[in-house]
């Protein structure tokens, strides 16, 4: 499809990105009525204590059912949404649904303890002036409390942050709510710029886990995660470690002095019922 003629030049067309260009368009300009028709569902992985293995709550990860596509991942469609606006009704979407799946959970089950949910939160949702009234509204509407909530955010979106970025941040953490900061060690934040913000959890990106793989480890990320564990503890923070896919990279962490892990090692993503039966069974042993 190269067109020399008139002044108008194009390049030779490659299709693959073509055909890339033309899904995400489709998929833009498809988000609205996809909310509106219900297409977005939410599933739970559960967050574990590496301490005694119990289930202590579930990160929400949103998935869109398309009609055509089938189930999509997030990667898919959360940038296009971004970019367009969506996410801030979308991101309110799963944010109320899952205060209120909380609230089941803690109704159902006084067992296994108070669980707890994650909401991941986009820059442009830290933007928004609504985002604490909203968030005040969803929990009271759910009649859940603070506590049961952690908002992750990931640590580029506060890399520079300044005080008007923090303040909804601040006022949310002043309720009870706790702020985590997602993938943490991906970005080149000032470390001692962890004590300006008010996040109460660090979630260990990934890329560390998966140098847990051998055990022993390498002896410079061990270093690294142990540097990052005592001064996160130092300063009240507790760690979280995602993406943990093998029982030796749990052994690793849970030595290493991390609190809370998360991956396929325990569970997939997965249904909020099935999130229900492993916190029951875990509870009863
Ligand atoms: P994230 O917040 O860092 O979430 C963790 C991602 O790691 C999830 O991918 C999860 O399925 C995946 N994961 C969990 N355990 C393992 C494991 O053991 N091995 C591997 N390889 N991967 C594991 P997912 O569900 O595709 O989500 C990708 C990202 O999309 C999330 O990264 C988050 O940044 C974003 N996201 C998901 N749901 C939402 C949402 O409701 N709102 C916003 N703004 N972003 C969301
Ligand atoms: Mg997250
Ligand atoms: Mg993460
Ligand atoms: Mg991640």
């Not at 998929?27 to 005694?52: C, K, M, N, S, W």
């Not at 296009?80 to 606006?85: C, K, R, S």
């Not at 470690?241 to 325990?266: P, S």
Request: net charge negative.
């Amino acid at each position: 499809r190269a067109k020399s003629a008139g002044g108008n030049r194009f390049e030779l067309a490659d299709p693959e990105a073509d055909a890339r260009a033309i899904t995400r368009h489709g998929l833009t300009t498809a988000l609205p009525a996809a909310l509106e028709r219900g297409e977005f569902f939410i599933e739970y992985q559960p967050l574990v204590h590496l301490g005694d293995g119990s289930v202590r709550g579930a990160e929400a990860l949103v998935r869109w059912l398309h009609p055509q596509h089938g189930v999509l991942g997030p990667d898919r469609f959360i940038p296009l949404a971004e970019h367009t606006g969506l996410i801030v009704p979308l991101g309110r979407w799963v944010l109320e649904q899952s205060v209120r799946q909380v609230g089941h959970w803690r109704e159902r089950c006084g067992e296994p303890g108070p669980l707890r949910i994650n909401v991941n939160l986009s820059p442009c949702q830290l933007t928004h002036p609504g985002l604490v009234q909203d968030t005040v509204d969803i929990l009271e509407r759910a009649g859940v409390s603070p506590e049961a909530l952690c908002l992750e955010v990931t640590e580029s979106a506060l890399i520079g942050a300044d005080d008007d970025l923090l303040k909804p941040l601040r006022r949310l953490a002043e309720m009870g709510v706790d702020i985590a900061l997602d993938d943490f060690g991906t970005g080149y934040s000032n470390l001692a710029n962890l004590r300006r913000l008010p996040v109460s959890v660090l979630k260990l990106d990934r890329s560390f886990t998966q140098s847990m793989q051998q055990f022993p480890a390498d002896p410079v990320d061990l270093k690294i995660v142990e540097g990052i564990v005592s001064l996160a503890h130092s300063l009240d923070l507790a760690v979280t470690v995602e993406g943990v896919e093998t029982g030796a990279q749990a052994e690793q962490l849970r030595i290493l002095g991390c609190d809370t892990a998360q991956g396929w090692y325990y569970a997939r993503p997965g249904p909020p019922d099935r999130l229900h039966e492993l916190a029951l069974v875990d509870a009863t042993g």
